[in-house]
């Protein structure tokens, strides 16, 4: 089967010169979008480097406004969704925190720097619209990405002791369950495991079921998060099902089950205790959704937390709607210090309920269904393999929002952003007189 390739038919961006230097600042900003460097340990660096890329983005978007209005330019939807969310969110969080709390709307405010990350989108849409850029160079910056950080990340866990930054940081664990590892940044590792795997389907090249093996091992044997694995093996089954020919099917089944099972035979002979750590993982959520204390204390904790979440609810019930908001650590009069310590993001969907309400949580969503239709209404490259990994990276990250609640915590809101964007312009391409100039 041949796969259909817009590739040759974008016209070369204008600048000639300096490709290499704007791949790399272009690079910067994706690993700002996306927390990666939250989960290094380059951490400290985020003091200074979240700064730097919101002046630039807002700075940025301050001169896109001012020639939009300019020049009387009509904002298309996907400009308008951006917007807000941009400001939408944080407001609302900001408001309904001072009506229910008394949260000064400044802390409100502030708490929500998250979704400051949207306005990458901006960038990135005027870079692609005025092409100075082409939607196959960003492809190739998130996969050099990939590739840069999994020798790097392989080399830090030989290196360094997990022991001496679980307890200060994000990226390392310690647990009776899992054992010690680390939880270093894997989401452009998870988006080079969509294309190399969809490029495998399409074209039957045994040379990329390499790298898919290798990305998806790393993923499933060090990251070692029950969401995670259950997303990325969900979502590929979702991929299998409904974009591999029906012939081919039982080829692939017999041939992966084939080169799976090696691949663990190998990996019981290398790291035999992986399998009892693998099933302590699943052993240990299954006794805590049947009201047992096991010995994982991420999972126990989270039945803690339900139950504090529940006593905020009740002074205020009508929030179960509306939120209320995220309260700053800064505010003396945080309601955490009287009732308990909890953290919202540890309770995935349930935590952004709590902070958004529904009608938060709605506004999100809409994203989502937004998106979906600008998708469906791509046909020159609707099977384009990097259209179709944006596709089914996107469900991968919704279906890992639901018990992560990723698209509504750091960095939820940089990485939606900057894939909505890029399937936006695959859209906008396509559709660029109706949108810029409309009949009248």
Known sequence: MRTQSIENNIPLPK???????????LGLLFIGAFGTLGRTPLYFILKFYDPLIYLISFTFMGFYFIDKSVKQLKWNGFERLMICILF?????????????????????????????????????????????????????????ISWIQLPLYLLLALILDPHNYYLTTSFAYCSAAKGCGWMFDITFLSFAYFYYLILFFKTTKWKYLIPVLIFLTYIVIEYQKRAMNIAIIGTSGI??????????????????????????????????????????????????????ESNDMSANSRITQIIYLGLYYAKHPSSIFFGNGKWSDN????????????YPSDLGILGA???????????????YLQTILWMRKVKSCA??????????????????????????FYPGAGITAVIVTIIYFFYYRENKAKIDYPIQ
Request: no cysteine; proline share 4%; net charge positive.
């Open 15 to 25: 600048w000639k010169q300096n490709e290499t230097l704007k791949k790399v600042l």
């Open 239 to 292: 991929y299998f099902f409904f974009q591999v020919p029906f012939k081919k099917k039982i080829f692939y089944v017999i041939i992966l089950s084939f080169v799976f099972s090696l691949l663990l035979g190998l990996i019981y002979l290398i790291q035999p205790e992986f399998f009892n750590r693998f099933s302590n993982m699943y052993k240990s959520l299954i006794e805590v959704f049947q009201g047992e």
């Open 331 to 342: 505010w003396e009069q945080n309601p955490l210090w009287l009732y308990g310590r909890f």
């Open 88 to 144: 939408g969110m944080p407001l609302y969080s900001a408001v309904v925190s001072n009506y229910y709390w008394n949260q000064p709307m400044l802390f409100g405010l502030m708490t929500q720097q998250l979704w400051f990350y949207s306005s990458v989108a901006f960038i990135l849409f005027y870079l692609l619209k005025t092409q100075l850029i082409s939607l196959y160079q960003l492809r190739d910056i998130m996969l050099s």
């Open 353 to 367: 309920f709590f902070i958004y309400g529904i009608f938060g949580i709605l506004l999100v969503q809409f994203e």
């Open 383 to 408: 099977a384009d393999p990097f259209f179709m990994t944006l596709k089914y990276y996107l469900l991968f990250y919704y279906i890992r929002s639901i018990p992560s609640g990723g698209s509504y």
